[in-house]
């Protein structure tokens, strides 16, 4: 008979993100043992009662609601994890923290900075335990970034570079809004590629490098109209289809950053390059395991970039996996990320990214946005950017 205590999930949304959260909030108990709480899979809700019941059966969860308004209210709920599209974030988190439940929000935070205020204001007048789902942070050689960069080894940090890549609309056929589309439909998502892509690279960033304090962009939408998948009608596209921007990060470095779903032949390529006086490092999520390194303190004849393996025990969270030499896949990301939010409701310590910290990740992508709409550079202030 276990003596863990339950932390009972209520799960709202039934798509990708539902099932990596939930294989995390599974998985998690089998690796990291040693924690006192365990998740308990107590609801999932769909609108779609036919998809929400074949869902809660495949991966184990007790009951299902086809409205998250009553998962909320259920009193055998302590956390809400919201898997919807991003139109809807706002309206669920709001209700949720003022029932009392921990928020679990997968990323964005919200569609703009309005919205993600609203949330942390409602987050903080209730005391409830939050987190974001900006997963990126928890791949361990991710990680390993951090404690690399933290250590000093790298020195002033002069250079930060990030691009994530797609090209899956490039055709002019594919619709927008719906269930699987409605990442284009600006009502929906809020944005593009910048609250989509870019707000995991913007993260990241702000995370190994700090603040950013200011911003030039320039974004394109190359396919003008699409049709929208609920109406049948033609409709002009009102997301950003790529963007660029560059920046300076308030170490006094600069950045510069590219998302695009228009890259063919790329299907996820998120990468991300530090240069420092002393070192640099870059990593690949093609290549999650390894992180490079380039130091100039070695010797001149064996100076040169050096792939480290990220895989044995004394390296971030591996001593939990298989023996040295033996990798980990992106679905990790999601269990440690369970574990840390977990950790955190032992320690009574906050669990990052919390909704305080992914809306300084909203302020940047606001301030993108209003940079290229009007062709000038934005600075990074909330007085300036809350409308």
């Not at 204001?121 to 997963?135: F, S």
């Amino acid at each position: 008979m276990s003596n863990k205590k339950e932390l009972r999930i209520g799960l709202i949304g039934g798509g990708f993100m539902g099932r990596t959260h939930t294989n995390g909030y599974k998985r998690v108990g089998d690796f990291f043992p040693e924690l006192e709480y365990k998740p308990v899979l107590k609801a999932v809700c769909t609108r779609n009662e036919a998809r929400v019941k074949a869902f809660a059966e495949q991966w184990g969860y007790e009951s299902y609601e086809t409205d998250w308004r009553k998962v909320i209210a259920r009193d055998d709920i302590d956390a809400i994890d919201i898997c919807t599209p991003n139109d809807t974030h706002a309206e669920i988190a709001i209700a949720a923290a003022a029932a009392g439940k921990m928020i679990l929000c997968e990323k964005p935070l919200s569609r703009t900075l309005a919205e993600g205020q609203q949330m942390v204001d409602a987050i903080q007048q209730a005391g409830v335990p939050n987190t974001v789902w900006y997963n990126y942070r928890r791949l361990p050689a991710v990680t390993l970034a951090k404690h690399i960069i933290d250590s000093g080894k790298l020195g002033r940090i002069f250079h930060y570079r990030a691009n994530f890549l797609q090209d899956w609309t490039i055709s002019a056929d594919i619709p927008q809004g719906g269930t699987g589309t409605w990442r284009l439909d600006a009502e929906a998502a809020g944005s593009g590629v910048t609250g989509d892509l870019l707000a995991h690279c913007i993260d990241t960033a702000l995370w190994l490098n700090g603040s950013i304090t200011d911003v030039s962009a320039v974004t394109e939408t190359f396919v003008k109209e699409r049709t929208h998948a609920l109406t049948g009608q033609k409709q002009k596209v009102g997301i950003d289809d790529a963007c660029i921007f560059h920046c300076h990060f308030e170490n006094g470095s600069l950045g510069l950053f590219e998302s695009t779903r228009y890259a063919r032949g790329h299907k996820a390529l998120y990468t991300f390059e530090i240069n420092g006086e002393e070192a640099s490092i870059r990593w690949d999520l093609h290549d999650l395991n390894r992180l490079e390194y380039f130091d100039h303190r070695d010797e001149s004849v064996v100076r040169g970039w050096r792939s480290i393996h990220v895989t044995d025990g004394d390296q971030p969270y591996m001593n939990k996996w298989w023996v040295p030499g033996l990798s980990i896949g992106y679905e990790h990301s999601f269990v440690h990320q369970v574990a840390d939010f977990l950790k955190s409701l032992e320690n009574g310590e906050p669990c990052s990214p919390t909704f305080q910290e992914a809306l300084e990740t909203q302020k940047v992508c606001e301030a993108v946005l209003e940079s290229a709409a009007t062709r000038s550079w934005k600075s990074i202030e909330v007085d300036e950017l809350v409308k």
